[in-house]
């Protein structure tokens, strides 16, 4: 049975519930885990801080002043002699605070004369003044992220500052991209019925920023059999090829998807550019995502199927979808929804030009690609975004 032509929000629900059965779980170094997700909540295996500490260089103080000032405590001293009411002790920025501390004194609020410390000026401690306390950023045990949550920087972290070596993270799915036509040139100026290709250069990194390993990039010619075969033989997670999803007299894609044993799950999107882009279940629960030829328009497919599918798959957490305000009208197709390179601007976001499905000169300027529903967008309408590479 054929399928129908799909809606642009129904075919990216349809790409991400085929991407429903998260990859295996593998243990990762901390600076290994970058780019994958969590496949289990990040707990906390340390108070922290993990004790009283200073916040700023300054006197740990006990009680009111003036204060008799003797010695000094620097960072990663491991035992810490306790002040009396009236002592006050040297600090050090993350130095362990003494017993009986009641406030730190910053450095420029204090001057010491005689072996005494007093405020200066108009300076008025507080009790707990500039005293990170035990816990005050979590407890042993907490939950600091939930599973579904990128590792970037910050998480690996936080990660270390609570504990952790290792995490454990989904593994990252493999990614063969196949790039078909003969006319593709891949250096050099193209000659008469040459084009140069430009989506090996563009989709790699672009897969390799949504978390996914690239595991090669394989130029197909024009011909029935090599497609069949590079798919019956393709051993990745998912294999994203370019072109070949039309009706034209060598465009194998869907026959060679027959061949194989696939089961097509999507066989066109109402959006423009990018209708005729697919999605395929492969034997063994691998997919296949086929992207139209033409720049723009693969562009489309990748935020369409590829994006939500490799997501899914490799257990990311929804998020909510970024909206603005169009500053002028957007034009849209009569009954499909397009997908509009835009730039961002304090009002709102504008219109990139030259956005033809060939073309690549306003993506590269844009910041995003706002969501236009059917017969267009007025100036001050809400609008989706999703990501430009």
């Keep these: ?45 340390t108070d922290l801080p993990a004790f009283d500490t200073s916040a700023m260089d300054g006197w740990a ?7 008799r000032v003797a010695g000094r405590v620097l960072a990663g001293c491991g035992e810490v002699a306790p002040l009396v ?14 017993p009986g501390a009641t406030a730190v004194l910053r450095r420029e609020h204090g001057r010491v004369d005689g072996g005494l410390l007093r405020e200066c000026g108009a300076v008025r401690l507080t009790t707990g003044q500039d005293v990170r306390p035990r816990g005050q950023e979590c407890r042993r045990g907490e939950e600091l992220l939930p599973a579904g949550t990128v590792v970037g920087p910050a998480v690996v972290g936080l990660a270390a500052a609570c504990g952790h070596d290792r995490l454990a993270v989904r593994r990252r799915a493999v990614v063969e991209l196949l790039v078909l036509g003969d006319e593709l040139l891949d250096a ?88 005729p882009m697919l999605l395929a279940e492969l034997p063994g629960g691998r997919h296949l995502v086929g992207l139209p030829g033409n720049p723009l328009a693969a562009v489309a497919g990748m935020v369409t199927l590829a994006l939500p599918l490799l997501h899914a798959r490799g257990g990311r957490s929804a998020t909510a979808p970024v909206l603005a305000p169009a500053v002028v009208p ?32 306003g993506l590269a300027r844009a910041e995003a690609l706002a969501v236009v529903p059917p017969g267009g967008a007025d100036a001050g309408q809400v609008v989706e975004l999703v990501e430009a590479p």
């Design 330 to 361: 957007l034009p849209g197709h009569p009954v499909d929804t397009r997908l509009q390179p835009v730039r961002r601007t304090a009002e709102g976001v504008v219109p990139l030009a030259f956005d033809g499905p060939a073309m690549l000169r």
């Design 1 to 45: 049975m054929e399928l129908g032509v799909l809606s642009w929000s129904r075919a990216r629900e349809a790409a991400r519930r085929a991407g429903l059965r998260p990859l295996p779980v593998v243990g990762r170094a901390l600076a290994e885990a970058l780019g994958h997700v969590l496949a289990e909540p990040l707990g906390a295996l």
């Design 61 to 67: 103080v006990a009680g009111p002043g003036p204060w």
């Design 188 to 275: 050099g100026v193209p000659g008469p019925g040459l084009v140069r290709d430009a989506l090996g250069p563009l989709l790699p990194p672009w897969l390799r920023a949504a978390g996914v390993e690239v595991a090669e990039v394989r130029c197909v010619r024009d011909d029935f059999g090599l497609l069949r075969d590079a798919l019956r033989h393709s051993t990745a997670d998912v294999v994203v090829t370019t072109g070949g999803t039309a009706a034209g007299p060598v465009d194998f894609l869907h026959r060679a998807l027959t061949e194989v044993g696939a089961r097509l799950l999507v066989d066109g999107v109402a959006v423009r550019p990018g209708h």
């Design 85 to 98: 009411d009236g002592g006050a002790v040297e600090i050090a920025t993350g130095a362990q605070l003494p």
